[in-house]
Structure formats: structure tokens, C-alpha cells
């Protein structure tokens, strides 16, 4: 069954202009380097070289944001849905 | 007009970014300007330069708010735009992470696929195939002295590149808050060139480093001469870096962010300067010429707004001349008023109101 990858409107392009991908993986993290190898740049776009997600950049479990369960080690149950989100981040932002 | 060639030959185009997208105006008299765009519309655009060495690539470094900061590039004046196969990235795993790009950069004349970008963290980056892959310059990263780098308010940036215009083994960068380095052997190395230049906000006045050097300038025709615009003052150096002597002259402050010079006569130096609450000092918006190397300064305010609730800045990037003679001066302010003179400085128009905050402007002449 796999699980389903829901992704942002600025973030299909990359995807082939799907709003959904679909990858075999068991954790947050394994689902993303599926991502990744199905869509070279696309862990980029979601984390930082540290491999932390990016700061306004959110991935739910189904309802949960995994900031709040293992981060990117939370397990993710065979025909699950994430959904990678970003923040709603105001009007306020860094000057140059 | 050939295919991709938006504009005849002859056309002055402005690239704007802002906080909100990339505009170019355009104009055949510099009279009349025509906007196009927003492009990138909706992103952080620190920085945006159109290289003509080969056509005309448009280069963006596009610090979107949420999925990372990428030099994108166009080659069709913003219509359409390509992402890097190999983008700028720091190692993965190496405790780094790229925040914004501050400056593209094309190299010399010679090497016409050569493009330069500056980044916070601060590193320098360079593509040799016209901006598809990006490396890092490794030495810079190695400095001895790299973890002793602290940021200022504006970041970590590496905010200026200036390479040498024959000599491949030599270029310069600025980085706010460390100060001016300059290579000597292609970039495996680099050395600190702040002799002379201020630090007052640190219990040393003259350090090694440290100084917050806010934008740097070569000088068209000598390539020993170079000016910088710092937290501490306006200075020059005719030894290549290795020493540098104040010009702040008659200037009402110490403070200011961008510098620009006439190609034609080099002499012929701007600024804008500000006061304590970072915009003009007093109720008049003035942009600041000296024709003389900066022994004395000139207040250009003709066509200038002032009044007790005119209070405009402009960042680093946000004043350039075009190539022209009498030289064009351009100067976009941190509130989204963009004012151009065509007669050096003498008289001023706004040609653009109500943009985002202005981060950056450049002119190219087709």
C-alpha cells in the first residue's frame, strides 16, 4: 500500500506537478529520501544541509506534526498520508 | 530582434529585487521607464544582475521565504527560469546551513561562464558553467580563523566579490562583521585586508578582523584601487587591499550602506549616509558625490523628497550607475521608492513607487 506524500502547491513543480507522490517507506525520514531519489533537489527544498527540517517547513502525520512525535525517525504506518506543509509565518521577515 | 531578446540594443535595463519579487524597468532615453514583473513574484530577492558577457542571462539569488534560496537564471528576461543541477549548498552533514544568498556576481570578461555567489553563513560559491552547478571555495571555509566569526545584525553575509580583471589568481570578498579578504592564489587561501579601516564597536579599534564592511567597489581602470562603504566610515586603498585610508571628508555620518562610481570618471564616487535610526540624515533624502576620490562630498537633493516624515534608506545593493556617459545613478530605498538621475547625480525623478522594500538594483546597458 505504501504511503502517500501530500505536497505544497510551490513544491509540485518539482514533482512533476503532482500534488501526490507515493513511496514505500517506514519512517518520516525513509519517505523523504524516496522523495529524493524519485526527485533529485527535493530534500533541499524540505531540510537544511544539517538534515533538520527547514524552519517554516512542516510534515503531519495524518493530523500530527512529527515536531511533536520523533521527528523524522516517527514511523509512519502502511497507507498513511503526510502532508508537508509550511508555516503561517506573518508578514513579518529578515531585511537583507 | 533575435529570439529570447526582449529589448533593442541600446536599452538600459534596471533589475529590482525586493522583498517581494524581481522588477526591470526599462528605458531607451532614460526618460521614460516601463515596468515589467513582478518575476519570482512573492520571493525574497536579494540580489539580481544581468550578465552580458555571452547573451543575457538574468541571475536571481531567489531567497524564498520557505523551501531554501537558489540562484535561479533566465534567458529571457524573467519569463521562464532554470534551477541549478547542482545548487548552492554547504556539505550535508557538516553542521552549516544556508540561510540566504546576498550577491551573484559574473567573473571576468575572459571567463564568460564564470559566476561568483556570496552567501550567510558566509562562503563563496562559483559556477563555471553559467550558474547549472555551484562549488564551494573550500579555503575561505578553512580560514584559521572561521570560528571566530560572529555575525552582525544583517548576518553572517558575504555581501561583495570584486575579482581582478586579468590576474585569475586574485579577487576580493567582503563579509559583513570580518571584514575585507583578498586570494592571491585562485582561492586556495585568502588574507585579511583591514589595515586601516575601523571597528569602534569592538574594545579594539583597528583588529585583524571584525570590521563590518558593508559593500566594496573596484575601480573601473586600476585594478590596486578599491573603495568600501563600512559601519565605520568610507575608505579607499590604492595597494590592492593592503592598507586603506578614511575619505568620510564632509560626510554628516559614519554610517551608510551602499557605494557606486562613474565607470567613466572613477573619481566621481556615490553614497547615501544615515543617521542613528538608519534613514536620512534630516528631513532631506540625499544622495552623496564626491568628484575627487571622496576628499570632499557633494549633497545631491534636486528631485529628492523631503519633508518631516521622509525618513528613506537604501541597503547595500540598492544604489548603482549604468555604463553610460554622463553616467546614469539609480538608488531603490528600504520603503519601495526607486529614484534614477540620468545627468550624474545633478537631478533625480522617482521613476517607481510603492514596491516592496528594494534590496538591490542593478543597470546593464544592451
Redesign the interface.
Known amino acids: 500500500m505504501g504511503v502517500t506524500i501530500r505536497l505544497p502547491g ?2 509540485r513543480e518539482r514533482a512533476g506537478r503532482r500534488a501526490a507522490v507515493h513511496v514505500e517507506a517506514a519512517t518520516v525520514r525513509q519517505a523523504l529520501d524516496a522523495l529524493e531519489h524519485r526527485f533529485p ?1 527535493m530534500r ?3 531540510c ?5 527540517l ?1 524552519p ?2 512542516n510534515v503531519f502525520l495524518e493530523t500530527e506534526n512529527i515536531r511533536d512525535l520523533q521527528g523524522l525517525e516517527t514511523p509512519v504506518p502502511d497507507g498513511a498520508t503526510l502532508h508537508v506543509l ?2 503561517v ?1 506573518g508578514g513579518a ?4 | 530582434m533575435p529570439a529570447g531578446r526582449k529589448y533593442p540594443k541600446g536599452t538600459v535595463v534596471l533589475a529590482v529585487g525586493t ?1 517581494r519579487g524581481l522588477f526591470l524597468l526599462t528605458s531607451r532615453d532614460r526618460r521614460a521607464w516601463k515596468p515589467d514583473g513582478p518575476y519570482l513574484a512573492g520571493r ?1 530577492i ?1 540580489h539580481a544582475v544581468l550578465d552580458t558577457r555571452d547573451g543575457a542571462r538574468l541571475f536571481a539569488a531567489d531567497n ?5 534560496s537558489f540562484v535561479r537564471y533566465s534567458d529571457d528576461f524573467g519569463r521562464t527560469w532554470k ?1 541549478p543541477v547542482r ?1 548552492i ?10 540561510k ?1 544568498i ?1 550577491i551573484v556576481e559574473p567573473g571576468r570578461a575572459a571567463e564568460p561562464k564564470t559566476v561568483f555567489a556570496g552567501t550567510d553563513p558566509a562562503a563563496l560559491f562559483a559556477s563555471r558553467d553559467g550558474g547549472r552547478t555551484w562549488e564551494l571555495n573550500d579555503g575561505l571555509q578553512r580560514h584559521h580563523t572561521r570560528a571566530r566569526w560572529q555575525p552582525g545584525a ?2 553572517l553575509c558575504l555581501n561583495s566579490i570584486v575579482v581582478h580583471p586579468t590576474n585569475p589568481r586574485r579577487m576580493w570578498v567582503a563579509i559583513s562583521a570580518v571584514g575585507v579578504m583578498r586570494t592571491d592564489d585562485g582561492g586556495q587561501t585568502w588574507t585579511f585586508c583591514n589595515k586601516g579601516t575601523r571597528a569602534d564597536f569592538l574594545p579594539e579599534k583597528y583588529p585583524e578582523f571584525g570590521q563590518c564592511v558593508h559593500r566594496l567597489i573596484p575601480h573601473p581602470v586600476n585594478p590596486d584601487i578599491l573603495y568600501q562603504q563600512n559601519h565605520c566610515g568610507v575608505y579607499v586603498t590604492t595597494n590592492a587591499g593592503n592598507s586603506w585610508t578614511e575619505i568620510r571628508g564632509n560626510l554628516p555620518s559614519d554610517f551608510g550602506f551602499p557605494m557606486a562610481l562613474d565607470r567613466h570618471h572613477p573619481e566621481t564616487i556615490y553614497t547615501v549616509v544615515e543617521d542613528d535610526t538608519r534613514s536620512n540624515v534630516g528631513d532631506q533624502f540625499t544622495v552623496y558625490r564626491s568628484t575627487d576620490a571622496g576628499r570632499r562630498w557633494q549633497r545631491l537633493t534636486r528631485g529628492l523628497p523631503k519633508g518631516p516624515t521622509v525618513r528613506l534608506g537604501v ?3 540598492g544604489m548603482c550607475t549604468d555604463a553610460l556617459d554622463p553616467c546614469g545613478v539609480y538608488a531603490g530605498t ?1 520603503t519601495g521608492q526607486l529614484f534614477a538621475s540620468r545627468n550624474r547625480g545633478d537631478s533625480w525623478k522617482m521613476i517607481a513607487d510603492y514596491l516592496p ?1 528594494i ?2 538594483v542593478t543597470a546593464t546597458v544592451l
Request: hydrophobic residues 35%.
Open positions: 510551490p513544491l533537489g533541499f527544498a524540505l537544511e544541509e544539517t538534515g533538520r527547514r517554516y517547513v509550511h508555516s509565518a521577515g529578515a531585511g537583507a | 522583498k525574497r536579494f524564498g521565504d520557505f523551501y531554501g534551477d545548487t549548498a554547504f556539505p550535508e552533514g557538516g553542521g552549516l546551513a544556508l540566504n546576498w544583517g548576518g541597503l547595500r545593493h528600504n522594500p534590496y538591490s
